[in-house]
């Protein structure tokens, strides 16, 4: 099976908690992040995985099941205490499933063992209502809106303090 060989929870004979339960998460380094460009053409149908691939510190996280690689995040630092999860998504066969919220999770433990304070990401509630109501159950609170023309619908900043990890 080719690394880009895709199947859904409908061609399966298991339950999505079988699934679950099979999920790994790793943290990429960048020599590792072509893993990342098949997903993302199938989730947001775009070749641009994020603006620049030029920061300074970079998490980038793949979510696999069996070795398939079914959601990602990638996010970088801003500042010294500011972390911004830039995109991230999952492969429509696996939503709803709880990986969205796994990948939050362990970016969030990622960006805490790097000693971030804040830990952020902008949505759209109209193209993406999973990654806003995700953020709001999780204790992220609303940093700011506003209109954004390129993807006609609000854009929103949710942002939440995070304790680094072992400090």
Do not use: C
Request: a positive charge; zero cysteines; glycine letters at 8%.
């Amino acid at each position: 099976m080719s690394s880009t060989d895709h199947f859904t929870l409908s061609n399966r004979n298991t339950s999505p908690l079988d699934l679950l339960d099979r999920l790994s998460i790793r943290r990429l380094d960048r020599s590792e992040l072509k893993v990342l460009y098949p997903l993302n053409s199938r989730i947001f149908n775009e070749e641009r995985l994020i603006n620049s691939l030029e920061h300074d510190l970079m998490i980038s996280l793949v979510a696999e099941i069996n070795g398939i690689p079914v959601g990602f995040k990638v996010g970088y630092k801003v500042n010294s205490s500011m972390f911004y999860s830039a995109k991230g998504g999952v492969d429509p066969g696996y939503r709803k499933m709880g990986i969205a919220r796994s990948l939050l999770y362990r970016m969030l433990l990622e960006a805490s063992r790097e000693k971030f304070e804040y830990f952020y990401y902008d949505t759209f509630p109209n193209l993406y209502p999973g990654m806003y109501h995700l953020g709001l159950r999780e204790g992220f609170h609303i940093e700011f809106i506003q209109w954004n023309h390129r993807y006609k619908d609000y854009q929103v900043r949710l942002q939440k303090l995070i304790t680094p990890a072992g400090g």
